[in-house]
């Protein structure tokens, strides 16, 4: 089974294929393939959710733990956007991966401060526990939004005068 | 390392493609991006326009350019003048009796239940194009189809090329047909693109089809095709 790194080679791969149909004279060309995508993904979708009734329902042999444990997953959780089959809201997947960053910076900040539905933006707090806000760890939170929130188009991270670190420890040397 | 003090929010432009995940390419097949329009501007000289901005079309890229008030009346009144830009007129005639028949309907082969007709003077000859999930798909019309509808209905000879389309609806409820500016069919094709659900658009795609029918046709005279289209100041 291929890996996450190798799965982003067969996006791209997809990408390069229709962009080359749509460099083709006929336009229909790539009309054609991306109405073929979405007829697989139709009946690919048709099944994964009759796999999630049969698995996640309650009382089925995984129940709900299961559908936290394929939420958990990036790549099952991008597949059931695709599918329409998430069963979360636009909201609870943002408090999602705000929940996930927040619970490894235990005494930094992460938090939802506004979701713009209307203009697809999200507004958070991120302060990393020395009350900086490291490019790194904003560039992983924006990946994480996207994926699971591919509605958003821009993350703001908010860095305030006067940013809130109650929680925060004496300064580290 | 960025100081928290004093420093303002930073916004992101959506990542460059493989950042997103390897699905993203489907879920952008499944579904279109929506972008967002914080204040569109006019396309020829960068001022902030009004939601009900005119258009022009581009004969050469055939794109539809966004223009302002004072832009808009450079081009206004230009007629088929040759030029590369044309601006579309504010016309909306229901045509009745005087629309495509059911057997001529069938005739175009169109796989829905509406469709947009317009000459595109660039090809010389007449694109039909319907709505889909990707938004407007173009048809190949049968040879021959057009040029006897326009045989059969003298009226459709008076429509402007490039910027005026005949939009065509045709279900088991409603035969009828429309001269429209062609922005507003691709407006309407944008709008069904984002509702598009599963193989035939589905239900709020339908809802979004009766109110845009319903407005149209308070909107639009009752009158055969002729004469001079206003300039247009309507909807964009």
């Known amino acids: 089974m291929t890996g996450q790194g190798d799965l982003s080679d067969v996006g791209r791969r997809i990408e390069e294929l229709l962009d080359l149909l749509g460099s083709m004279p006929d336009r229909r060309a790539r009309q054609c393939a991306e109405e073929l995508l979405r007829l697989v993904l139709d009946l690919y979708g048709a099944g994964l959710e009759r796999v999630l009734e049969l698995g996640c329902a309650e009382g089925a042999p995984g129940g709900p733990a299961l559908l936290e444990r394929l939420l958990d997953d990036e790549l099952v959780s991008s597949l059931l956007l695709v599918s329409d089959l998430h069963p979360l809201g636009l909201r609870a997947r943002v408090e999602r991966v705000l929940a996930g960053v927040s619970a490894a910076i235990p005494d930094g900040d992460a938090r939802l401060l506004e979701l713009d539905e209307e203009h697809h933006m999200v507004r958070v707090r991120l302060l990393a526990p020395d009350g900086t806000v490291p490019e790194a760890m904003a560039a992983r939170l924006r990946k994480l939004v996207e994926q699971a929130a591919p509605e958003i188009v821009a993350v703001e991270i908010d860095r305030p005068g006067t940013p809130v670190r109650l929680r925060r420890k004496e300064a580290v040397p | ?236």
């Open chain 2, 1 to 236: 390392m960025t100081p928290p003090e004093g420093d303002p929010g930073v916004t992101t432009p959506p990542t460059a493609a493989g950042d997103e995940g390897p699905l993203a390419v489907l879920r952008r097949i499944r579904r279109p991006p929506v972008r967002p329009r914080p204040g569109e501007r006019c396309d020829l000289c960068d001022e902030v326009v009004p939601d009900d901005h005119s258009h022009l079309v581009d004969l050469q890229s055939r794109r539809l350019l966004c223009v302002c008030g004072p832009c808009a009346l450079l081009f206004a009144g230009e007629g088929a003048g040759g030029r590369r830009l044309r601006a579309v007129p504010d016309r909306y005639v229901e045509l009745g009796a005087e629309g495509l028949s059911p057997a001529e309907w069938d005739g175009l082969e169109i796989p829905v239940s509406i469709a947009f007709l317009f000459v595109n003077s660039t090809l010389g000859r007449t694109i039909a194009c319907y709505p889909g999930p990707a938004g407007a798909t173009e048809s190949m019309l049968p040879l021959g189809t057009w040029e006897d509808i326009v045989a059969a209905h003298g009226a459709l000879d008076a429509l402007e090329p490039d910027v005026e389309a005949l939009l065509v609806h045709m279900d088991r409820a409603c035969q009828e047909s429309f001269v429209v500016p062609i922005d507003v069919c691709y407006e309407l094709v944008g709008h069904l693109r984002t509702l598009w659900h599963g193989f035939d658009g589905g239900e709020p795609a339908r809802r979004h089809l009766d109110g845009f029918f319903d407005d149209l046709r308070a909107r639009a005279t009752v009158r055969p095709v002729a004469g001079e289209g206003a300039r247009r100041v309507g909807n964009g």
